[in-house]
């Protein structure tokens, strides 16, 4: 049977979502999937939003339902859950509907109190069949301090990943597809949320937004549609005839003092609903009573003031009915950004000696008064203050003087929450939890006493660990340097920065900002009289500098690695301590030359001996990189890939919660990658690089499908490589257009894609951004050069084959100089050159899958050898190369229609049908 897809739900969410309707564990599925247990339990979380169900038993129901061929419920992830009727708006409905259908960016317009949230939930719920890509309904009233992009990540299950920002992640998420994002309450953030809308409705044309705030965007393209009040002699009265008989299911009362009591509350309805909630306890003489005097102190002119001050009017009178106890918590509870759990109201706000039974009834008391909602999920309450009523709340903490003592016990609250979530890192639970609760862990740290402390810290440095695992990289990043900056100690700090420095390598900066925060962690550590610290520090710059060169803004000048090298050293002076002795001996064989990217064999051997005694994985994959580059400079692909295989089997020892880990995490990868593309080995090399698309840090998706393009294309995939062609180029333009040599290959291999397929614009296109991302051109072999050369091949142009030729034996250091050389010493045998003998046997030196099945065909052709042509065969079989293979049947006249059959299924257009 297949899953029906939830509304957005990834292919491989998909996957998952079987596995648990099977009741696998989180292990088992990461087993059969070959993937993370970190990244099924992203999944997981992802699939709970989608779902907008509890837990991991109600998605592993779903599953089973759906397999069964029972329809399975789709919700806006966010969406609100209804807790009262919805009364009135027909109008107001039908009219934003009509826009939105319209419009791409809808603003709902209104004072506070006049129901916008309410009725963007009702379109919300209603537009939904005609987005079935889905899309989030976004809560911005706790999102303070800009952080609009992680509450909208957070409601669509998205994270990010190397060279790929959260914007980006969403604007991904989102794509081309009709998809509705609801951004409930900007006023506070409007900054933010409207160059923000810009960028989705920019690079998203298939998706709308709703928002509702008290004033525009300003965003160009805005269909700002007001929201008044209720109409009065209808929709308000029975807004409160409805509210007043939940609260009291016996309520009747004169119609005329409730069309009279609506009138007076401007048919605003929040304070007609506080008012209703009051029916129960003061009958209708004595709410009309009441209400009468408190209006009085207000009255004056008419309009959208007015009704605001009848709101705040409302508000106070509601909160001056409140017993002592009552209003003690009701203002203790504005210092919560965010909807808060029972146990969080009495551990940060209630008063001393309360028990926990005592809070609940206070709550639900404020609950019935509608000062409070409430949010039952699963038999878990969670209960939050309204923006207006939040904002009035505040004013009265203030007056009372509580604020800084609360506020306080508020930051306490927090830290400890947060040191008690990093120990459940390895379940699917604290996914959740802090995604409730980050807010309210961001607002604590944001208005902690300046300067070093102990709670701020602590708080900071759990909440920078919790944001780099839930994958919010750039906050991990800024929460690392706050921690640093309030550490009571230097040597606190230092750990701090140095943590910062891996979170800066998982981002995607291998180079500038890495070293200097682990400068300024060395020179903490310095302070601190840690001076293993200080060495490990200092050690690690210099390996960045020589590793990752590419990422600086100027080159460090070698002299100066040098000093800070032995400057290390000199701090390790007399250090038993294995790890800083590792460290050291990896940065002694990175900065053993002044070559960029090159590594000392025989110290690269020292140190792998030297981080094998640390038995520490990330210690040991670092070393193993340096051996593997002085293996790349010396042209042993083999050897290279043997070291690759042996840093990927380290890579489940590795912490994923870890930001130590980061580095070698993302890098093994990558350079896994390149290895079995450097040995040929196209099977291996999609595999790598589906494993990078499916890991929660290492695959951003730009990176992850160019990682794929390549060998997909090499192995006669076309179409697949077609369809991730845009992705991969579109990500990359989103990502600010970096210069990276890892973009290019791909990039050429789509033009080979168009080149063989007789389309000779999209292949100039292709071709000149495989240019485009390297600046220009180098005047050495690259991709490019073999692109060009396999062309002239398929095509017999060999007008300019000697150039060429040239160019592709002008090899450098890296994975592509074997199918260059194998690409330009055929094309040598086809143009007839002199020399063609002499450079096939170069070519054939090298130590590569393809480049052997390539020479082979080459060899056939200069020798007219049929069983060199029949290896070539087996050769490209082996390695699943689908397009090469059909080429080399060409060569064989018994074989021959079957090459065309086959290169006529690839699209491939026939050297003989050019024009």
Same mark, same amino acid.
């Given at each position: ?568 050293? *000199? #701090? !390790? ?5 294995? $790890?800083?002795?590792? +460290?050291?001996? =990896? &940065?002694?064989?990175? /900065?053993? %030359? ?109 990176? *992850? #499908? !160019? ?5 997909? $294309?090499?192995?006669? +995939?076309?179409? =697949? &490589?077609?369809?991730? /062609?845009? %992705? ?188």
């Amino acid at each position: 049977m297949t899953v029906v897809h939830p509304a957005g739900a990834s292919k491989r969410e998909i996957e998952v979502l079987v596995m648990l309707g099977a009741r696998l564990s989180n292990a088992d599925i990461a087993g059969r999937l070959h993937i993370s247990v970190r990244t099924v339990e992203h999944h997981v979380s992802a699939l709970l939003r989608k779902f907008g169900v509890a837990d991991r038993r109600a998605l592993a129901e779903l599953a089973v339902q759906a397999q069964a061929g029972a329809p399975v419920p789709r919700r806006l992830p966010g969406l609100p859950p209804a807790l009262t009727t919805f009364i009135g708006r027909s109008a107001e409905r039908e009219h934003l509907m009509e826009t939105l259908r319209g419009a791409r960016l809808v603003t709902l317009v209104g004072p506070g109190g006049m129901g916008k949230t309410r009725l963007a939930g009702q379109i919300a719920g209603a537009a939904g069949p005609s987005f079935p890509s889905g899309g989030a309904f976004v809560d911005l009233v706790p999102a303070r301090g800009g952080y609009v992009a992680q509450a909208v990540a957070t409601a669509l299950g998205v994270s990010e990943r190397p060279q790929q920002s959260l914007e980006d992640a969403v604007v991904e998420r989102l794509g081309e597809s009709r998809s509705l994002l609801v951004l409930d309450n900007c006023e506070h953030v409007i900054d933010v949320v409207a160059p923000f809308a810009e960028r989705v409705l920019a690079a998203c044309p298939g998706t709308r937004i709703l928002a509702t705030s008290r004033e525009r965007l300003g965003v160009r393209g805005e269909r700002a549609v007001p929201l008044g009040p209720l109409p009065l002699a209808s929709d308000a009265e029975r807004l409160f005839i409805d509210r007043a008989t939940a609260a009291d299911p016996g309520f009747e009362a004169d119609p005329v003092l409730i069309a009279k009591l609506c009138a007076q509350l401007d048919g605003m309805p929040l304070a007609i609903e506080l008012a209703a909630a009051r029916s129960a306890t003061l009958g209708e003489d004595g709410l009309m009573a009441a209400l009468d005097d408190q209006l009085r102190l207000v009255a004056g002119g008419r309009g959208a003031d007015e009704r605001h001050r009848s709101l705040r009017a409302v508000i106070g009178w509601s909160h001056d009915l409140l017993d002592d106890e009552e209003q003690a918590l009701f203002r203790r509870l504005a210092v919560f950004a965010g909807a808060f759990n029972l146990t969080a109201a009495a551990a940060a706000v209630s008063p001393a000696g309360s028990t926990r039974g005592a809070v609940a009834d206070v709550l639900g008391r404020l609950a019935d008064k509608s000062l409070v909602s409430v949010h039952r999920r699963v038999g878990a309450a969670r209960w939050r203050l309204l923006q207006t009523v939040r904002a009035f709340a505040i004013e009265r903490l203030d007056i009372s003087g509580e604020r800084p003592e609360i506020q306080d016990r508020h930051l306490r609250w927090a830290a400890d929450v947060a040191t008690e979530l990093e120990t459940r890192l390895d379940g699917d639970e604290w996914y959740e939890e802090f995604d409730g609760v980050a807010d309210d862990l961001r607002a604590a740290l944001a208005v902690a006493p300046e300067g070093p402390g102990e709670l701020p810290h602590r708080l900071a440095q759990a909440l920078a660990h919790l944001a780099y695992t839930r994958r919010f990289l750039m906050e991990s990043l800024g929460h690392y340097r706050t921690s640093a900056e309030r550490a009571p100690a230097p040597g606190e700090a230092a750990a701090d920065l140095y943590a910062a420095s891996a979170v800066s390598h998982a981002i995607g900066d291998d180079g500038q900002r890495p070293f200097d925060l682990l400068l300024a962690a060395a020179q903490r550590a310095r302070a601190a009289g840690d001076r293993g610290a200080t060495a490990t520090a200092l050690a690690q710059a210099v390996t960045t500098a020589r590793r990752h060169p590419a990422g600086f803004t100027a080159e460090v000048p070698y002299e100066r690695l040098r000093d800070l090298l032995d400057e290390a050293a *000199s #701090a !390790a002076d007399g250090s038993n301590d294995a $790890v800083v002795a590792a +460290r050291l001996a =990896e &940065a002694a064989a990175w /900065a053993a %030359t002044s070559d960029r990217y090159e590594a000392d064999p025989a110290l690269a051997e020292a140190a792998v001996a030297a981080a094998r005694a640390t038995g520490d994985p990330v210690l040991i994959s670092a070393a193993l990189d340096a051996m593997a580059t002085a293996d790349i400079v010396a042209g042993r692909g083999a050897d290279v890939r043997r070291i690759m295989d042996e840093r990927l089997t380290l890579l489940p020892a590795m912490s994923r919660h870890d930001p130590n880990a980061a580095p070698e995490i993302v890098d093994t990868y990558r350079m896994a990658h390149l290895a079995a593309l450097g040995v040929g080995d196209l099977p291996a090399a999609l595999s790598i690089g589906q494993r990078t698309m499916d890991d929660d840090l290492a695959g951003s998706s730009y990176h *992850s #499908a !160019a990682l794929l393009i390549t060998p997909l $294309v090499l192995s006669g +995939r076309f179409d =697949e &490589a077609l369809r991730m /062609a845009g %992705t991969a180029w579109e990500g990359w333009r989103r990502a600010g257009r970096p210069r990276t040599g890892t973009m290019s290959p791909p990039m050429a291999a789509v033009a080979l894609v168009h080149g063989l397929r007789g389309d000779d614009d999209a292949y100039a296109l292709w071709r000149s951004r495989a240019i485009e991302v390297i600046g220009e051109l180098p005047p050495h072999s690259t991709f490019v050069s073999m692109v060009d050369a396999r062309l002239a091949v398929h095509a017999g142009r060999v007008e300019d084959a000697a150039a060429l030729v040239r160019l592709t034996f002008n090899g450098t250091r890296s994975w592509s100089p074997p199918y260059s050389r194998a690409a330009g010493a055929e094309l040598a045998v086809v143009a007839g050159l002199p020399d063609a003998p002499e450079l096939l046997s170069a070519a054939e030196r090298q130590e590569s899958a393809w480049a052997a099945a390539c020479t082979a065909r080459a060899r056939g052709r200069l020798d007219g050898d049929t069983a060199a042509l029949t290896a070539a065969v087996a050769g490209w079989e082996h390695i699943g190369a689908r397009f090469e293979r059909a080429s080399t049947l060409l060569l064989l006249p018994d074989r021959a229609a079957e090459g065309r059959r086959e290169l006529g299924a690839l699209g491939v257009e026939l050297p003989a049908q050019r024009v």
